[in-house]
């Protein structure tokens, strides 16, 4: 854990793929990411032992090592060949890695009684060149050696017999073979994956299954009663549409003869009740649709209708593809059926009388509902998520002066789902402590989310996102919450972030942080008009920021005035902290608030020592930060 956090600025989370292993589940785990990069790590991999022996390379200890985000690493896997990820072990006297998954497995050093051998064989646990006894190819992979007879043989090779009578094709024997047939496709008719240098192979029915599959059969016949009343028959290398998921895509069907009733093997345990990310409703396997021209709304392709879907029973022209459904970041693998509905959002105010409430977070006064503030309220501002209040209906507190909310985030519930990790959230009101959004990474006071578990915590703008989420720049299309979005760039800023919002139509992405921006904002340099945020601009202008006085990149979003015409940054205008409280609104007894960068002089931070130049700059225990990174490497050490 150590060497990790000596890379990376990490935070507890949750997430899907991780960086150190480079395996990802369809549910989320609990792990560590980065601040800056957004890699994520598995806990397990996260707490790797420093130091390891493993039997493949017995004369010295290996040790963890952590790559960088923009580190690539050299070599491959001495055990799998795969690509190295961020986190794997290495030998620091030879040229010896192993990545985090190869480390874990159990390793046989003898083989007492092989198949195609009269003698015990021994593990090399070297890295040199041999030829296998069997199949005759060169490989430097740790060979299964005789000690007597100076032979060597591959593991799968030296327990392989000539031929087997294989349950999958029980009409014909298979018989090994080394090279592939050139009228053979070179895959596993199961499987579907590439022949490698040992196979079985039946030459009458061309019919070719891999190692794997060998030593895994698939049972012949089966009764499987959540699929099909009846019992199922295995029938290999059939063309077929399964009636599950109405897909063609492998040709092993499992099939009931008297109901004409096709499956694949991967469609017989098919979740019958689930909840999905991008919609409020369960939804619910039907074995077909009914007439209609359905679209599926996960990729937004047709459906076909004589097959089974997922159908929401309040949402009357909702379904999706259930190959859809084990996407990464639609289904977090929890089956529901049986499990009784609980919806706990919970209302956050109670109505006294028309324009006004009692709401949970201030009972002692009651709060009226007011216009726009006006552009001359500068530092009016919510209580909730402490942006400011310009344009819009908001509820002021009728005897406080300093208690205001905007009237979306009074109406936000107590309790939700949120639409990121799907858990059940708790709207905390009474914190004035630093947090960070697990969504946008942003530092931030005032109220938030919080799940039973408090792992994960997430900001009122962020926690009020639910799918499909409509934003004004792309108005033609719906986004959606994707998690595995490693190679997604942001429209807005160009940055790539590991959690986006994104169009299953187009190529238009925006990460989280950009997507809850203020519509407009002000800044000292013009005081009498508000600044709009435009989504960017096709021309071959040249535009400068006012505030930094830099070149602004038309084709990313910046903040413009319609007024004077003046261009600005996105950061230049709302800073890094515009999730913080204001200093003249910190009555809480936490030290720690945003300040407004117009002194004088500016301040010296804390971290960097350069003049803090920003629109905002914040204040810990009488410190200075200049940015949301700065901060994050001083907050990194206390994790």
């Not at 985090?100 to 015990?120: D, F, G, Q, Y």
């Not at 579907?192 to 059969?217: Q, T």
Request: hydrophobic share 30%; net charge negative; proline share 5%.
């Amino acid at each position: 854990m150590e060497k990790l956090r000596d890379v990376y600025t990490l935070y507890h989370t949750r997430g899907l793929k991780c960086d150190g292993c480079n395996l990802g589940n369809s549910y989320f785990s609990a792990g560590y990411s980065c601040f800056r990069s957004g890699l994520f790590f598995h806990k397990e991999c996260a707490e790797s032992e420093p130091t390891i022996h493993n039997l493949y390379h017995p004369q010295h200890s290996l040790n963890i090592k952590v790559l960088s985000e923009n580190e690539e690493a050299y070599g491959n896997c001495k055990l799998c060949r795969g690509n190295l990820p961020k986190m794997y072990y290495c030998c620091s006297i030879c040229d010896f890695s192993i990545d985090l998954i190869c480390a874990r497995k159990k390793v046989m050093t003898t083989i007492e009684s092989p198949n195609t051998h009269e003698h015990p064989l021994s593990l090399v646990p070297e890295m040199g060149l041999f030829t296998c006894h069997l199949c005759g190819l060169h490989d430097d992979r740790f060979p299964y050696a005789c000690n007597l007879c100076n032979v060597s043989f591959h593991k799968d090779c030296a327990e392989s017999t000539p031929e087997i009578q294989y349950s999958c094709h029980p009409k014909h024997i298979l018989k090994r073979l080394t090279d592939v047939p050139k009228y053979t496709n070179g895959k596993c008719c199961l499987c579907g994956n590439k022949l490698h240098y040992i196979f079985y192979h039946c030459s009458i029915c061309n019919f070719s299954v891999d190692v794997n599959c060998v030593k895994n059969p698939l049972p012949s016949t089966l009764v499987h009663v959540k699929a099909h009343e009846h019992l199922l028959t295995l029938m290999p290398q059939r063309s077929f549409v399964c009636d599950v998921c109405g897909m063609s895509d492998d040709p092993n069907p499992y099939v009931c003869l008297p109901c004409n009733f096709m499956v694949h093997r991967n469609c017989l345990d098919m979740p019958r009740v689930v909840k999905i990310y991008r919609h409020d409703h369960r939804i619910y396997y039907n074995h077909y649709l009914g007439a209609g021209d359905w679209k599926c709304g996960v990729c937004n392709k047709e459906i076909n209708w004589t097959c089974g879907a997922f159908s929401c029973a309040k949402c009357s022209d909702f379904a999706i593809h259930p190959r859809c459904l084990t996407r990464f970041g639609i289904w977090d693998g929890t089956e529901l059926e049986g499990v009784p509905e609980n919806n706990p959002e919970v209302k956050s105010f109670e109505v006294n009388k028309e324009e006004e409430i009692k709401h949970f977070s201030h009972e002692k006064h009651l709060l009226k509902l007011k216009e726009e503030s006006g552009a001359n309220d500068e530092y009016l501002s919510c209580k909730s998520c402490n942006y400011p209040i310009y344009t819009g209906l908001f509820y002021s507190c009728m005897e406080c002066d300093n208690f205001n909310l905007h009237e979306k985030c009074a109406s936000l519930p107590q309790k939700k789902i949120d639409a990121f990790y799907n858990m059940p959230t708790t709207l905390i009101t009474n914190d004035a402590r630093i947090f960070i959004c697990n969504a946008c990474q942003d530092v931030f006071q005032g109220f938030r989310y919080t799940s039973d578990d408090r792992k994960t915590i997430l900001d009122v703008r962020c926690g009020s996102i639910s799918e499909p989420f409509v934003h004004e720049s792309h108005p033609f299309h719906s986004l959606y919450i994707n998690h595995a979005a490693k190679d997604l760039f942001c429209n807005a800023c160009g940055v790539n972030s590991p959690m986006v919002l994104s169009c299953e139509e187009c190529e238009f992405v925006l990460d989280i942080k950009c997507a809850v921006l203020p519509k407009i904002a002000k800044h000292k340099n013009d005081k009498d008009h508000f600044l709009s945020l435009c989504y960017g601009e096709k021309t071959s202008e040249q535009y400068w920021c006012e505030i930094c006085e830099e070149e602004v990149n038309p084709e990313k979003w910046f903040y413009s005035c319609d007024d004077c015409g003046i261009t600005n940054h996105i950061k230049c205008v709302v800073g890094d902290f515009k999730g913080m409280k204001m200093e003249k609104d910190n009555d809480e007894p936490f030290p720690a608030y945003m300040v407004i960068n117009n002194r004088i002089n500016r301040p010296i931070c804390f971290f960097c020592k350069s003049r803090c130049y920003f629109f905002s700059i914040l204040e810990v225990y009488g410190k200075s930060f200049c940015s949301l990174q700065c901060f994050q490497k001083i907050l990194s050490t206390t994790i």
